[in-house]
């Protein structure tokens, strides 16, 4: 069974540009979440998407904004991106029900 | 404000000796708890979990045990192996209506010694 798959594994980019990343979740998961990991603030979680419905979000400014599409893919985006959004972004899936996270291995954005 | 934290940023034990890793959380809601693990350049790992009406959990090597009234818990690594080595991620949630969001704790580092 595949696991959750993020593309791209690695990213640079310029302050000021922005950058979309992508998140296929494990077959039959409709639940995708999104997580930023960095040093000082540790995982935390951006938002929450079930059947193409964003149902919950974090305290992350609305320059951090994400969809699902029709198959549970997702994606996320980050506009104008500021040095501080360096980071490791992970996506989670789960099932329709429950609690059974599965994390991909992320994509380690890097702005400079 | 910090909701679920684990105070100790490193841990080191010898190997074959237990591990107990501690997470204290501040939200009465929260009714679900979740360990993970996390090597470098991979993402958390699920290891184990436990329910609020429960106090203890186990798996293998792995024990959770739960106290709701100290709002703490504690993953218990029984023999510890060098292959544990790795970051630990204590995370919480609540069965709130269409609330699937974890919040993690910072992580302890367990450096298990051979």
């Known amino acids: 069974k595949a696991g959750v798959t993020q593309t791209p594994r690695y990213l640079i980019k310029t302050r000021g540009q922005q950058v979309t990343l992508s998140c296929s979740p494990i077959?039959?998961?409709?639940?995708v979440s999104w997580y930023q990991q960095t040093p000082g603030q540790g995982l935390q979680f951006l938002f929450e998407?079930?059947?193409?419905?964003?149902?919950n979000k974090g305290n992350f400014p609305g320059r951090f904004s994400g969809r699902q599409f029709s198959n549970s893919r997702s994606e996320m985006n980050v506009s104008t991106l500021e040095l501080g959004d360096s980071a490791l972004y992970l996506c989670?899936?789960?099932?329709?029900?429950?609690?059974?996270?599965?994390f991909g291995s992320g994509t380690r954005l890097t702005v400079v | 404000d910090q909701q679920v934290k684990q105070n100790s940023p490193s841990l080191s034990v010898q190997e074959g000796r237990i591990s107990i890793l501690n997470c204290d959380y501040t939200?009465?809601?929260?009714?679900?708890f979740l360990w993970y693990k996390k090597y470098p350049a991979e993402g958390p790992t699920f290891l184990i979990s436990?329910?609020?009406?429960?106090d203890k959990n186990e798996d293998g090597r792995f024990t959770v045990f739960l106290n709701k009234s100290a709002k703490h818990l504690s993953l218990h690594i029984v023999p510890s192996q060098p292959g544990d080595s790795a970051v630990y991620f204590c995370a919480a949630t609540y069965s709130g209506a269409g609330s699937y969001q974890l919040t993690f704790g910072k992580g302890t580092k367990l450096s298990v010694i051979p």
């Open positions: 989670a899936s789960s099932p329709t029900e429950g609690y059974g996270y599965t």
């Open positions: 939200n009465s809601m929260f009714d679900y």
């Open positions: 998407y079930f059947s193409e419905t964003q149902r």
């Open positions: 077959s039959g998961h409709r639940s």
């Open positions: 436990i329910s609020s009406i429960k």
